[in-house]
């Protein structure tokens, strides 16, 4: 996909209002489109004799059959610049007398004079203004959707622990901790620990080194939206919220802070999708007499029109997800320090997606 802020216009225009007026040859044909959903005939620019014999040409028909009695529904088409006023819907409710019609319907592009409306529910006429889909009617960020994914991944190296007591009743205790990829990281039982489950001393890491990764890399956009990877290492002091006992056979190691190089990588990746992709149409219906809106749309694959309540999404106490943004994901375990072999402390490598570009990119800026 390319680039939605870069996308030409005319690609932009595909389901818009005035591109889909021009695609259909006129706004009356949009919307005896809008109308065929499968159980009603529908015909264009037909001429109508009515009681009074005089010919009447009538934008829409749409003919209803419930039963042993057919409906007839007779629609005018305002694609104007101006709403429509009170003197269009007179003519169409005498439109409607004339031919026997069950209802009349007024479609327009801008809206209509509150005076036509009040005289719209007094003569039973339908007023419909059609318009593009809101990005809250197509649920946010909006019909283009185009965000960021950083998965990180994290390692440790050389962790030491300045200021840990002990004390033994047997041989000195010692703390082989090892973190590594898959199940090779070593389980180093504590006693339990406010908020951890697992109660091992690798699991606390797990949860520390994930809030360590977040401060030492900021979210930001890398290698100019392309796919790819950033890899650096930087030392690190924590100090814990109360000590963690680590039991060592006849003996206790309490431990109240912590010394160590983590090891940070992020891979980007770009998600893009554009949810009117599949449809021929998709516009908005709003019922102006009942205060109602509808979308009304088509897909690619399907010969009728769906016609479904809008659902608006309701405010959230977060923020919703904005194009553009980025969606942090922290992988669980920890990757191989060795992988980051070459690099010094704050030093970064960037190495491209095959594909996106060549290469392993070296840098020296610290994070």
């Known amino acids: 996909m390319p680039d939605i802020t870069d996308i030409e216009e005319p690609i932009r225009n595909a ?3 005035g591109g889909l007026v021009k695609d259909w040859g006129g706004f009356e044909k949009l919307v005896a489109e809008l109308n065929q959903t499968g159980n009603v005939s529908v015909a264009h620019d037909v001429t109508l004799i009515g009681k009074s014999g005089a010919p009447r040409q009538t934008d829409v028909v749409i003919r209803h059959t419930q039963g042993l009695i057919e409906h007839l529904v007779i629609v005018d088409c305002k694609h104007w610049k101006q709403r429509v006023g009170r ?11 004339d031919l026997s019609a069950s209802r009349g319907v007024l479609f327009s592009v801008v809206g209509f004079e509150s005076g036509a409306i009040t005289l719209a529910k007094a003569e039973g006429i ?4 059609v318009r593009e889909l809101t990005d809250n009617e197509w649920g946010l960020p909006g019909r283009y959707v185009d965000f960021f994914i950083a998965c990180i991944s994290k390692s440790i190296r050389n962790p030491t622990f300045p200021g840990a007591t002990a004390y033994s009743v ?4 010692h703390l082989n901790l090892r973190f590594g990829p898959d199940d090779t990281s070593t389980k180093t039982p504590i006693e339990p620990y406010p908020g951890l489950s697992d109660a091992t001393f690798e699991s606390l890491m797990e949860g520390i080194a994930a809030q360590v990764a977040q401060q030492v890399w900021k979210p930001e956009k890398l290698f100019d939206g392309l796919p790819g990877q950033r890899s650096f290492w930087k030392h690190a002091d924590v100090a814990f919220n109360g000590p963690v006992v680590v039991p060592q056979g006849f003996g206790k190691v309490f431990i109240s802070k912590m010394s160590f190089d ?6 980007q990746s770009r998600f893009q999708m554009d949810r009117g992709a599949r449809y021929v149409f998709a516009l908005a219906v709003e019922d102006c007499v009942r205060g109602v809106t509808r979308s009304a749309a088509r897909s690619k694959d399907e010969p009728f ?13 977060e923020e919703p997800m904005r194009n553009g943004s980025i969606l942090v994901v922290m992988l669980k375990g920890f990757f191989d320090f060795d992988e980051l072999a070459g690099l010094q402390n704050g030093e970064f490598r960037d190495e491209l997606d095959r594909g996106a570009a060549s290469a392993d990119v070296p840098g020296d800026k610290g994070q």
């Open 262 to 267: 983590i090891g940070v990588r992020i891979h």
């Open 126 to 129: 339908d007023l419909f203004t």
């Open 305 to 317: 029109t769906v016609v479904s309540p809008v659902r608006v999404e309701e405010r959230q106490d």
């Open 15 to 17: 389901l818009r209002l």
């Open 170 to 173: 047997g041989p000195a205790v």
């Open 87 to 97: 003197l269009h819907v007179d003519a169409l409710a005498t439109a409607v007398r």
